[in-house]
């Protein structure tokens, strides 16, 4: 079962840029659905993107657009590149992963039960 772990976090202001990245152990990506949530304080988490283990990939429509999600299977990273960033975007970011879903249906990947292998997170910070 692959690990995974979080850096890349910090403080930026609005319209600014951070990039995350998950290095995973254990296993290789390449054989694993890998994913971004996010959780603001007092809320659940929040399905940001997913890049399935054959490469496809998806957004949540808040961060459509400006947020791209990578993976380096080389190394054994993903990343979450994060550009034009909001207020609203302030929250720990984790990535996780799984065995991949053949489907590569949207409804069960934003579902953070599906997901066996969670980071520690990494704290994103965006001041107004």
């Known amino acids: 079962q692959v690990q995974v772990g979080e850096s890349g976090g910090g403080a930026v202001q609005a319209g600014g840029s951070l990039r995350l990245s998950c290095a995973a152990s254990?296993?290789?990506?390449?054989?694993?659905?890998m994913a971004w949530f996010r959780r603001a304080p007092g809320k659940g988490r929040e399905f940001v993107a997913v890049?399935?283990?054959?490469?496809?990939?998806v957004y949540a429509n808040s961060v459509k657009g400006r947020f791209t999600i990578s993976r380096d299977n080389a190394k054994n990273t993903v990343y979450l590149q994060m550009n034009s960033l909001k207020t609203e975007d302030t929250s720990f970011y984790y990535c996780?992963?799984?065995?991949?879903?053949?489907?590569?249906?949207?409804?069960?990947?934003?579902?953070?039960?599906?997901?066996?292998?969670w980071g520690q997170g990494t704290q994103v910070t965006v001041s107004s």
């Open positions: 996780t992963a799984r065995i991949p879903d053949p489907r590569e249906d949207l409804f069960y990947a934003a579902l953070p039960d599906t997901y066996t292998s």
């Open positions: 890049t399935w283990s054959g490469g496809n990939v």
């Open positions: 254990g296993s290789t990506i390449s054989s694993s659905d």
